[in-house]
């Protein structure tokens, strides 16, 4: 479980709530059937007709395991599991199939396979795994993206139902009595444009930005597993090794050599 975003959703609900608390005297006056329907049902609408619905669908799978899941990248581990790998390539294709079995990370374990396979060329094994790569990134991408885009939605669809709400107003104006409904029915109006603020900037783009983020960072430990498989490959020497994938991590982060 990722603690810090989960964190952050909490608090988010929580200064939410609190601002709601001190504008009313009860909370329940901002649900607003109508205003909710046309935020929510029309961000719905937009982003059905902007992506396909299972892509849609498929976000919730997103948010569950890759903002709400466990994730941090170990590359001090990726590191010192290519100094092994790299001490068992020494003995051969045999020693590389022994250790593959027992790599848990799946980028890293493919790329080690390649080499093991004995098959692919030094700018094969290149060219295989850069696009991998491109492949991964562009689906990373295209799901923050995903969120970003409707994060655009309800912002508008807010002010829609408020502009709706304006117009019920000045109906009312005229009638009798038509000065003390003129407060409430203004209020009323304004819900909309609230959910679809807080739901632009609590949710959608937060959740974007995440995602970025995380990308950048699993594109990075990527590179360095494929420098790391080149360098496998070349059957270059440890510290060689060792330091090439250092320079993917500023000098604190580093895997330092180990003492006799």
């Known amino acids: 479980m990722n603690i810090s975003s989960l964190i952050g959703v909490f608090f988010g609900i929580a200064v939410l709530f609190n601002a709601l608390k001190g504008t009313a005297d009860d909370p329940r006056f901002f649900l607003d059937f109508h205003g909710i329907l046309i935020v929510v049902g029309g961000t719905l609408a937009a982003a059905s007709i902007s992506f396909p619905i299972l892509d849609i669908l498929s976000l919730v799978k997103v948010f569950l395991f890759r903002v709400l899941g ?3 990248n170990n590359y001090q581990e990726i590191i010192n599991q290519f100094l092994e790998i790299n001490k068992k390539s020494l003995v051969g294709v045999t020693g590389l199939s022994e250790i593959t079995a027992s790599i848990k990370h799946e980028f890293l374990k493919e790329s080690v396979s390649l ?8 700018t094969e094994i290149q060219i295989t795994l850069q696009r991998r790569l491109k492949t991964i990134e562009s689906q990373f991408m295209h799901e923050a993206n995903m969120f970003r885009t409707i994060g ?8 829609l139902a408020t502009t709706l709400g304006m117009i019920g107003l000045l109906q009312k104006i005229g009638q009798p009595d038509s000065q003390k409904l003129i407060g409430p029915a203004m209020s009323i109006g304004l819900i909309g444009t609230l959910y679809g603020i807080a739901l632009a900037n609590f949710i959608f783009i937060p959740i974007a930005e995440n995602l970025t983020k995380r990308t950048q960072e699993e594109v990075t430990l ?6 790391g498989t080149l360098l496998v490959k070349l059957q270059v020497n440890s510290i060689v090794l060792r330091e090439r994938l250092n320079s993917y991590l500023l000098p604190k982060h580093r895997v330092i050599r180990k003492s006799a």
């Open 70 to 72: 466990k994730h941090r």
């Open 115 to 122: 080499v093991a396979s004995g098959v692919l060329t030094e």
């Open 152 to 159: 655009r939605f309800p912002p508008a669809f807010g002010l």
């Open 222 to 227: 990527r590179k360095m597993i494929i420098e």
